[in-house]
Antibody
């Protein structure tokens, strides 16, 4: 059974960089698939942030592209998200997910990140 | 960017009834690239349907998806108490993914 678990600080100051890691179990990232990040502001809908292939190739939501970095560490079977210059609008539950070409089939439980001084 | 508009925003029904949820795209979407998710409070989204009409593993057959072009539908044939949740459609086009704003299905 594929399982994903997000981890990282729950509170980030404005203008700083949000950093999260997604640990994958039950499946080797190096075996394939894309791996994605999606977020959900409190009480709102879902927004795709970006995705990475096991080889390291990435693609991003155009609205966030200038601030997003996604990397993969196959030796640790995990992938990571960095979002720079955060503001209160970046407060959200952040999910990691395994991505088939067209949809997301396994999701982590999500982690709430609050941007506040 | 393709915008997905879901309707209605809220749907009030009773267990045993049939639910029909709509997802309309701002431009044509390949049927292969349309998915539906269910999200309950405090939980992560759960994949229900992919490729517009294929049920994900373990999804009961009371859930079905249909549609093509710009109009897609999620149907729940007979509502069970556990089906009351928020439902999202999602599309993939040119390596970009967008979600609808959601339909809340309430008792």
């Amino acid at each position: 059974q594929v399982q994903l678990q997000e981890s990282g600080p729950g509170l980030v100051k404005p203008s700083e960089t949000l950093s999260l890691t997604c640990a994958v179990s039950g499946y080797s990232i190096s075996s394939g698939y894309y791996w994605g990040w999606i977020r959900q502001p409190p009480g709102k809908g879902l927004e795709w942030i970006g995705s990475i292939y096991h080889s390291g190739s990435t693609y991003f939501n155009p609205s966030l592209k200038s601030r997003v970095t996604i990397s993969v560490d196959t030796s640790k079977n995990q992938f990571s998200l960095k979002l720079s210059s955060v503001t209160a609008a970046d407060t959200a539950v952040y999910y990691c997910a395994r991505q088939q070409l067209t949809h997301f089939d396994y999701w982590g439980q999500g982690t709430l990140v609050t941007v506040s001084s | 960017e393709i915008v997905l508009t879901q309707s209605p925003g809220t749907l009030s029904l009773s267990p045993g009834e049939r639910a029909t949820l709509s997802c309309r795209a701002s431009q044509s979407v390949s049927s292969s690239y349309l998915a539906w998710y269910q999200q309950k409070p405090g939980q992560s989204p759960r994949l229900l349907i992919y490729g517009a009409s294929s049920r994900a593993t373990g999804i009961p057959d009371r859930f079905s998806g249909s549609g093509s072009g710009t109009d897609f539908t999620l149907t729940i044939s007979r509502l069970e108490p556990e089906d009351f949740a928020v439902y999202y459609c999602q599309q993939c086009f040119s390596s970009s993914y967008t979600f609808g704003q959601g339909t809340k299905l309430e008792i």
